[in-house]
T-cell receptor, first 113, second 112 residues
Framework: ETGVTQTPRHLVMGMTNKKSLKCEQH?????MYWYKQSAKKPLELMFV???????ENNSVPSRFSPECPNSSHLFLHLHTLQPEDSALYLCASSQDRGSRGYTFGSGTRLTVV | DQQVKQNSPSLSVQEGRISILNCDYTNSMFDYFLWYKKYPAEGPTFLISISSIKDKNEDGRFTVFLNKSAKHLSLHIVPSQPGDSAVYFC???????????FGTGTRLTIIP
């Protein structure tokens, strides 16, 4: 596989559930990101990992917990979410800024019921 | 505070005509700007970029114009094609910063 792969594509979970989103990149990039896309809002940066270290956490509630075990994999662990957390969660990777910015995955459409 | 703004949530253009998508920014530290295109059920894909040392960058049917004094950029698509129907996001960053700041997007619909 090439590019950035996210699984699952769709997820429905209850507010008491625990689930994880997975992202894998096959591009040899050294930075990975989680973004949240809600309706009528800009893409919101949640977490940045550079060389497997978290370098940014944009005031994200603790019910979202990222994990980056190596430079190719990124997880977002979810627990006790709220209905307003329903959104499209996008993973991206990059190698410096360059002229192409990020490569995005297709996203996970999360619905919290 | 929204640093990158796309004030038109939607735009409809006749096939073959020019599509113009606009983007404004407030952070004067931004020196690199990108446009991404997003189809439903897919992640955004890179379209075209421009550095602040330029005022125009062209790639086939796509041209991005940058007006630094007005903190404004625009994406021109000509001629517009049905496959251009998508949501277009403007993004900005500054050199050495790996973080992109996105706008809210503009949904472009090309009418056959």
């Amino acid at each position: 596989e090439t590019g950035v792969t996210q699984t699952p594509r769709h997820l429905v979970m209850g507010m008491t559930n625990k689930k994880s989103l997975k992202c894998e990149q096959h591009l040899g990039h050294n930075a990975m990101y989680w973004y949240k896309q809600s309706a009528k809002k800009p893409l919101e940066l949640m977490f940045v990992y550079s060389l497997e270290e978290r370098v940014e956490n944009n005031s994200v509630p603790s019910r979202f917990s990222p994990e980056c075990p190596n430079s190719s994999h990124l997880f977002l662990h979810l627990h006790t979410l709220q209905p307003e957390d329903s959104a499209l969660y996008l993973c991206a990777s990059s190698q410096d800024r360059g002229s192409r910015g990020y490569t995005f995955g297709s996203g996970t459409r999360l619905t919290v019921v | 505070d929204q640093q990158v703004k796309q004030n038109s949530p939607s735009l409809s253009v006749q096939e073959g005509r020019i599509s113009i998508l606009n983007c404004d920014y407030t952070n004067s530290m931004f020196d690199y700007f990108l446009w991404y295109k997003k189809y439903p059920a897919e992640g955004p894909t890179f379209l075209i970029s421009i550095s602040s040392i330029k005022d125009k960058n062209e790639d086939g049917r796509f041209t991005v114009f940058l007006n630094k004094s007005a903190k404004h950029l625009s994406l021109h698509i000509v001629p517009s094609q049905p496959g251009d129907s998508a949501v277009y996001f403007c993004a900005a960053t500054n050199f050495g910063n790996e973080k992109l700041t996105f706008g809210t997007g503009t949904r472009l619909t090309i009418i056959p």
